[in-house]
């Protein structure tokens, strides 16, 4: 794969894909493709200005032939993210609901042991 001096892919147009590359536009999928062992290069798409001049990056650039294969384990790695938040929230709601149980047999207690029932 084709990359600059500092291992970028440039993609100021559509047009400057190199040939049996495709571009995937979503960011954080260094971890993914060193679990898979695929070769990708992080396209850079312009600069920014702002407070000096930085180099906007938009997803990879990697083989055509690896696209299919990095999307499936790219679903299964967000379903399984999915599946593990949802998990974490309900041990969170639970514990939530735990909490109040108690501080309400305990406010039940010192009611008993020290309030005066009329």
């Known amino acids: 794969m084709p990359r600059n001096e500092y291992g970028n892919v440039e993609l100021f147009k559509p047009w400057m894909l190199p040939k049996g590359c495709a571009h995937i536009p979503i960011n954080g999928m260094?971890?993914?493709?060193?679990?898979?062992d695929i070769d990708a290069a992080p396209a850079m798409m312009g600069w920014d200005f702002s407070g000096g001049c930085h180099p906007i990056y938009d997803g990879v650039v990697v083989c055509e032939e690896f696209v299919d294969t990095i999307m499936d384990a790219w679903n299964q790695e967000q379903a399984v993210k999915a599946e593990r938040d949802a998990e974490k929230r309900e041990k969170r709601v639970l514990d939530n609901w735990?909490?109040?149980?108690?501080?309400?047999?305990?406010?039940?207690?010192?009611?008993a042991k020290y309030m005066k029932k009329e």
């Not at 260094?30 to 898979?36: A, C, D, E, G, V």
């Not at 735990?98 to 009611?111: A, M, S, V, Y």
């Open 30 to 36: 260094t971890r993914l493709l060193r679990k898979l």
């Open 98 to 111: 735990r909490r109040l149980i108690k501080g309400l047999f305990i406010r039940e207690r010192i009611q």
